[in-house]
């Protein structure tokens, strides 16, 4: 089944351009409707207004910990799945993370057989 067929929504949130730009297209490429935000608030004022199916969140925001914004997002939107994006692989993070219910991990530099594993398994399938 293709994405746009599911009608998907996705949530990109990430404070460097850069890695936002790049998900963003690749989303497109996939036929997945996809949003981003810079920062934590506006993460948490955009999944409110759109009830996301998945979100790609970082860690390390300017204006708030990615775990403030999860734990706020999980709060008005239970069901919606999510994917940690770091720059650094470290157990406490993933132990963290894992209790409150995220799904998995992405790492820095983006890795696009990655994202795309990700993306099948989580989404696609």
Same mark, same amino acid.
């Given at each position: 089944m293709q994405a746009d067929e599911k009608n998907i929504k996705v949530l990109l949130v990430d404070d #460097? @351009? #850069?890695?936002?730009?790049?998900? #963003?297209?690749f989303m497109k490429r996939l036929s997945i409707t996809s949003t @981003?935000?810079?920062?934590?608030?506006?993460a948490i004022k955009t999944d409110n207004e759109k009830k996301f199916d998945m979100v790609?969140?970082?860690i390390q925001l300017k204006d708030?910990?990615?775990f403030e914004v999860l734990k706020a997002i999980k709060k008005i939107n239970p069901q919606v799945r999510v994917i940690m994006i770091t720059g650094r692989a470290e157990k406490d993070f993933e132990m963290r993370a894992r209790e409150l219910g995220v799904l998995d991990y992405i790492t820095k530099p983006l890795d696009l057989a990655d994202l795309k594993s990700k993306v099948n398994k989580y989404l696609l399938s």
């Open positions: #460097e @351009t #850069e890695i936002l730009s790049f998900m #963003e297209m @981003t935000a810079n920062s934590g608030k506006l790609f969140l970082d708030m910990s990615g």
